[in-house]
């Protein structure tokens, strides 16, 4: 019914930036939040960013080096990822937070995850 599909994924050294993806397709009436996790080996996944209508948030880790944007024409939430630090290196997960068409209440959709490396 819907799918949550990421690209953007790869390995960048220190200091380097990557952008990430997102791209919800489906039977979606309508997107309200969106955002980026992710998670490291052995360690719980966390929120990096999200985005409403119009007002980001950002992990404090984050802040100052990562920005998430949306453009709703394309059903397509990003993150560019600057200042890039091996600390980074985790899988990340797409979230879509949507109320598909007829539905009576929206529900989180994830993706698949990509795998980002910060390593020289």
């Known amino acids: 019914q819907v799918q949550v599909v990421e690209s953007g994924g790869g390995l960048v050294q220190p200091g380097g930036s990557l952008r990430l993806s997102c791209v919800a397709s489906g039977n979606i009436f309508k997107i309200y939040t969106m955002g980026w996790y992710r998670q490291a080996p052995g360690k719980p996944r966390e929120l990096v960013a999200t985005?409403?209508?119009?007002?980001?948030n950002y992990a404090d880790s984050v802040k100052g080096r990562f920005t998430i944007s949306r453009d709703n024409a394309k059903n397509t939430v990003y993150l560019q990822m600057n200042s890039l630090k091996p600390e980074d290196t985790a899988v990340y997960y797409c979230?879509?937070?949507?109320?598909?068409?007829?539905?009576?209440?929206?529900?989180?959709?994830w993706g698949q995850g990509t795998q980002v490396t910060v390593s020289s």
């Open positions: 979230n879509v937070d949507l109320l598909v068409y007829r539905g009576t209440v929206p529900y989180d959709y």
């Open positions: 985005i409403t209508s119009d007002n980001p």
